[in-house]
């Protein structure tokens, strides 16, 4: 069995790409072991022993951490494959990360499974979940966004031994605009070239009438590239928009259609609810006919 002196970590990493990587820690504190007779060394052999049975094909190492001034002994599990249930889409200027939160880790399933097999009222149920921690931490490239767990800047942190997510976990990061280092590019080419342009003008001196024409020349070429890049960009804000009114179209069109099969079945459930209550109306009138016909002639 299991003692309540474990904090497990699923992280994981999403990069602009829409790349994964996940590890898994599993920490145990070491003065825990200390009423059962056995050593930290024989503890993290056996533990590791067993997460590389879990994960023959990953890299397994011992770990030891101090938290809150209690040191814990355990393992990391690096690069596990959690393609089954977390999928990564970058579209739009921005990576979203869905997990389906049916799937979970075999080893971490079966921690859940055991917790949840003691009834929560009873004394060992609480010692065993004293000082218990099973979490999941995301980070995204940018400022998350998400629809469950705790959000702090890029990170969101799931509490899966009190807080376990039934549904499904969307979690978005808007991607830094490129556009940005564009103009800031052309201003430092300006910068550039207008310093060149002085240092060369101290060095040959020309006539007044050339200096004027090839300064002309510059900035008639500089306008054009920004003219340029400004189209580029406006067109890429364009496009956007564009889509994002195609997104919000189909979403209005699916919650119209969605509602309008409520209505429907709403009107066929009333319909069927007012057929009974005409049936049971007219049961009860024909027995009471035929009980006032009795009586009458009797």
């Given at each position: 069995?299991?003692?309540?002196?474990?904090?497990?970590?699923?992280?994981?990493?999403?990069?602009?790409?829409?790349?994964?990587?996940?590890?898994?820690?599993?920490?145990?504190?070491?003065?825990?072991l200390?009423?059962?007779?056995?050593?930290?060394?024989?503890?993290?052999?056996?533990?590791?022993?067993?997460?590389k049975?879990s994960?023959?094909?990953?890299?397994?190492?011992?770990?030891?951490?101090?938290?809150?001034?209690?040191?814990?002994?355990?393992?990391?599990?690096k690069?596990?494959d959690?393609s089954?249930?977390?999928?990564?889409?970058?579209?739009?200027?921005?990576?979203?990360?869905?997990?389906?939160?049916?799937?979970?880790?075999?080893?971490?399933?079966?921690?859940?499974?055991?917790?949840?097999?003691?009834?929560?009222?009873s004394?060992e149920?609480?010692?065993?979940?004293?000082?218990?921690?099973?979490?999941?931490?995301?980070?995204?490239?940018?400022?998350?966004v998400?629809?469950?767990?705790?959000?702090?800047?890029?990170?969101?942190?799931?509490?899966?031994?009190n807080?376990?997510?039934?549904?499904?976990?969307?979690i978005?990061?808007?991607?830094?605009?490129?556009?940005?280092w564009v103009?800031?590019?052309?201003?430092?080419?300006?910068v550039?070239?207008?310093?060149?342009?002085?240092?060369?003008r101290?060095?040959?001196?020309?006539?007044a009438?050339?200096?004027?024409?090839?300064?002309?020349e510059?900035?008639?070429?500089?306008a054009?590239?920004?003219a340029?890049?400004?189209e580029?960009?406006?067109?890429?804000?364009?496009?956007?928009?564009?889509?994002?009114a195609?997104?919000?179209?189909?979403?209005?069109?699916?919650?119209a259609?969605?509602?309008?099969?409520?209505v429907?079945?709403?009107?066929?459930?009333?319909?069927?609810?007012?057929?009974?209550?005409?049936?049971?109306?007219?049961?009860t009138?024909e027995?009471?006919?035929?009980?006032?016909?009795?009586?009458?002639?009797?």
């Open positions: 069995m299991l003692c309540g002196c474990y904090k497990i970590n699923i992280d994981v990493t999403v990069d602009k790409e829409g790349n994964l990587t996940a590890n898994e820690t599993v920490l145990l504190r070491e003065d825990s200390t009423s059962a007779g056995v050593t930290a060394d024989d503890v993290t052999e056996n533990m590791i022993k067993s997460a049975e994960y023959p094909d990953n890299e397994v190492e011992s770990v030891s951490r101090t938290i809150d001034d209690k040191k814990y002994i355990g393992y990391v599990v690069n596990i959690l089954d249930a977390y999928k990564a889409e970058v579209k739009d200027n921005k990576v979203t990360l869905t997990i389906d939160m049916t799937s979970t880790p075999d080893d971490l399933q079966d921690m859940i499974d055991e917790l949840n097999s003691y009834a929560e009222d004394e149920y609480a010692d065993y979940r004293k000082d218990m921690e099973m979490t999941l931490t995301v980070n995204m490239p940018g400022k998350a998400s629809n469950f767990g705790a959000v702090h800047e890029n990170t969101v942190t799931i509490d899966l031994l807080d376990m997510p039934t549904e499904t976990v969307v978005s990061s808007e991607l830094p605009n490129n556009m940005i103009f800031a590019g052309i201003a430092a080419v300006l550039i070239g207008l310093a060149v342009y002085f240092l060369t101290k060095k040959n001196k020309k006539p009438e050339a200096v004027v024409s090839e300064t002309k510059a900035v008639e070429q500089v054009e590239t920004v340029e890049k400004t580029e960009a406006v067109a890429a804000v364009e496009e956007k928009a564009e889509t994002i195609e997104d919000a179209k189909e979403a209005v069109e699916q919650a259609e969605n509602a309008a099969e409520k429907e079945e709403t009107v066929s459930a009333a319909e069927e609810k007012a057929t009974t209550i005409a049936e049971d109306a007219k049961e009138v027995e009471a006919a035929e009980t006032v016909k009795e009586n009458t002639e009797e």
